[in-house]
């Protein structure tokens, strides 16, 4: 009989977390901030909208955040009209954010890199797209 397929996601996520946390530990970096650095890092200048939907966190969990972050040096904020004349915020990332996401960045990589050790270019794809399709299946009404 073969593992529980709960059991073998959980082992996974709990591997790579660890992983990760350590890291993200070293670089100095609360919970949440790798992953708002990572997204300003690869596209500045989202909205605080924006960036809390690429986040999947609330708006009021994400305006907590940043204004920590704030305070820290990593970004800073830009009045900017939007559609339908809104007013809104755009976050940008100082020159610290920027140094910092270019460490996460390097840090992602080579956890990604050690995640993967063995797997062909081949397997990969077929790897993520399988993990693609497990998440359609989760993300539609269970009977």
Not at 14 to 27: D, N, P, T, V, Y
Not at 34 to 46: R, S
Not at 48 to 53: F, H, I, V
Not at 126 to 134: C, E, I, S, T
């Amino acid at each position: 009989m073969r593992e529980a397929f709960f059991l073998k996601l959980l082992e996974t996520s709990s591997a790579h977390r660890q992983k990760s946390r350590e890291g993200f530990q070293k670089l100095d970096l609360t919970d949440g901030q790798p992953k708002i650095l990572y997204i300003l890092y690869i596209k500045d200048g989202h909205t605080q909208k924006e960036l809390a939907s690429l986040c999947k966190v609330r708006e009021s969990t994400l305006t907590a955040m940043l204004g920590k972050m704030e305070k820290g040096g990593f970004i800073y904020k830009e009045k900017a009209i939007v559609s339908g004349g809104k007013r809104a915020f755009r976050i940008f990332l100082t020159d610290a954010g920027r140094k910092k996401g270019k460490e996460i960045m390097d840090l992602v990589t080579r956890i990604d890199n050690a995640s993967l050790d063995g797997f062909s270019e081949q397997e990969v794809e077929m790897f993520f797209d399988m993990l693609g399709r497990v998440t359609e299946n989760l993300n539609r009404t269970l009977p």
